[in-house]
C-alpha cells in the first residue's frame, strides 16, 4: 500500500516549496514552487490530496485581487473603446486557432476549447475540474504557456525580476477584507447554484472592482501571504493532475503546446501590427498588452522597457475581467448548455 499524506499536510508541503522558490527568486516561484513538490511526492509513490473546496478559497483570493487591479481612476476616464475592440478581436483570434490546431491533433473539442482560453488559469482550472474527467493536458498546455510567457519577458528586458511588482501594499485592512470575501462567498454561492462555471472568481472580482471604484475609503487589499497561500494551493491541484502524465504524453503535449503556443503569439502579433495603424499606438506596446496570459510578466517587461506599464497591466486585467465573464454570457445564451 502506497503511503499518503492527509490534506493539511500535502498543501503544508506545497506552501514550503513555494516559499523555497519565492527566496531563490524563481519567477512566480509560489506556483512552480508547489507544482514540482506535487509532483516529485507522486514519483516517489506518496499519494497527495488537497481540501474538497480549495479552488473555492483559490477563485475567492484570486478574483478579489484581480478586482483591486483595477485603480479608481478608471472609473472616471474609462478604457479607450479602441483598445477594447483590438483585444476582443485578437483574443477571438486566438481562441479559434488555437481550437483549430488542437481539434487537427484529435483533441477533443472541450480539451482544445479550454486549452486555447489565453490565459485566466485559475478559471481554467474550475472549469476543467467541473469535468467528469479532468484533463492534465489541458493544465499543461496553460502551464507551458506560462513559462514560455515568462522566459520572453526575461528576454526582452535581459534580465530575471526578482518578483514582487505586482505584489498589493504592506497595508492590509482585515475588516475590509473579511467583508469583501464574505460578500464575494455569499454572492458565489448563489451564482453556483445556478450552475455558472468558476462562479467565486467572478463575483470576488466584480466584488473587488466595486469596493475599490465606489468605496475607496475601505483601502481593499489582498495580503501577500494570502496570495501566495492561494497560488501555492493552485499549484498544489495542477501538480497532482500533471503528476499522471507519462513520458511519451509529456513529449506528445509538449510538441503540442510549443504549436499552439507560437500559433496563438503568431496571431497577437498580426492584430498588434494591423492595429498599431488604427490605435496610433507602438506595436511593442499592443504585443505586450495583448500576450495570452502572465499579466506578471508582461507588465514585468513593460516596467523596464518603459512601454505603458499601467496601460498594459489594465489591458491584461481587462483581459482575464472578460474571459472570466464569457460563462456567465454564455449560460444566459444558452442555459441549457451551462456544463
Same mark, same amino acid.
Given at each position: ?29 509560489? %506556483? ?38 483595477? /485603480? ?96 498589493? /501594499? ?149 483581459? %482575464? ?19
Amino acid at each position: 500500500m502506497k503511503p499518503s499524506l492527509n490534506s493539511v499536510s500535502t498543501l503544508a508541503i506545497a506552501f514550503a516549496s513555494s516559499a523555497l522558490f519565492v527566496l531563490l527568486s524563481v519567477p512566480l516561484g509560489e %506556483m512552480f514552487g508547489s507544482i514540482i513538490a506535487i509532483i516529485l511526492l507522486s514519483k516517489w509513490g506518496i499519494k497527495t490530496k488537497v481540501p474538497t473546496h480549495t479552488l473555492i478559497f483559490v477563485q475567492l483570493a484570486l478574483g478579489l485581487s484581480v478586482g483591486g487591479l483595477i /485603480p479608481p481612476s478608471f472609473f472616471a476616464t474609462g478604457f479607450p473603446l479602441t483598445m477594447l475592440i483590438g483585444l476582443v478581436v485578437c483574443m477571438s483570434l486566438q481562441v479559434l486557432c488555437g481550437y483549430w490546431l488542437l481539434q487537427r491533433f484529435s483533441w477533443s473539442k472541450s480539451d482544445s476549447l479550454l486549452a486555447s482560453i489565453p490565459g485566466a488559469m485559475a478559471a481554467v482550472m474550475v472549469l476543467n475540474e467541473s469535468q467528469k474527467t479532468p484533463s492534465a493536458k489541458v493544465i499543461f498546455v496553460h502551464t507551458f504557456r506560462l513559462i514560455f510567457l515568462i522566459l520572453l519577458s526575461g528576454l526582452l528586458v535581459s534580465q530575471q525580476s526578482s518578483g514582487g511588482l505586482l505584489e498589493q /501594499p504592506l497595508g492590509f485592512n482585515v475588516s475590509a477584507f473579511l467583508l469583501a470575501f464574505l460578500l464575494a462567498g455569499g454572492t458565489g454561492v448563489l451564482l453556483d447554484k445556478l450552475g455558472i462555471p468558476a462562479p467565486y472568481m467572478v463575483t470576488g472580482m466584480l466584488v473587488g472592482i466595486g469596493l475599490n471604484g465606489f468605496f475607496p475609503e475601505l483601502d481593499l487589499t489582498i495580503s501577500p501571504i494570502i496570495m501566495m497561500v492561494a497560488i501555492s494551493a493552485l499549484g498544489a491541484v495542477m501538480g497532482m493532475r500533471l503528476s499522471k502524465i507519462t513520458l511519451t504524453e509529456f513529449r506528445y503535449f509538449t510538441f503540442s503546446s510549443l504549436c499552439v503556443t507560437l500559433l496563438s503569439l503568431s496571431v497577437t502579433f498580426v492584430c498588434a501590427f494591423a492595429f498599431s495603424f488604427w490605435l496610433d499606438k507602438p506595436f511593442i506596446v499592443l504585443s505586450l498588452s495583448w500576450m495570452p496570459g502572465s499579466i506578471e510578466a508582461m507588465t514585468v517587461a513593460a516596467l523596464y522597457l518603459g512601454l505603458e506599464p499601467a496601460l498594459i497591466m489594465l489591458s491584461h486585467v481587462i483581459r %482575464m475581467m472578460i474571459l472570466h465573464m464569457v460563462p456567465v454570457v454564455a449560460l444566459a445564451v444558452k442555459p441549457k448548455q451551462s456544463q
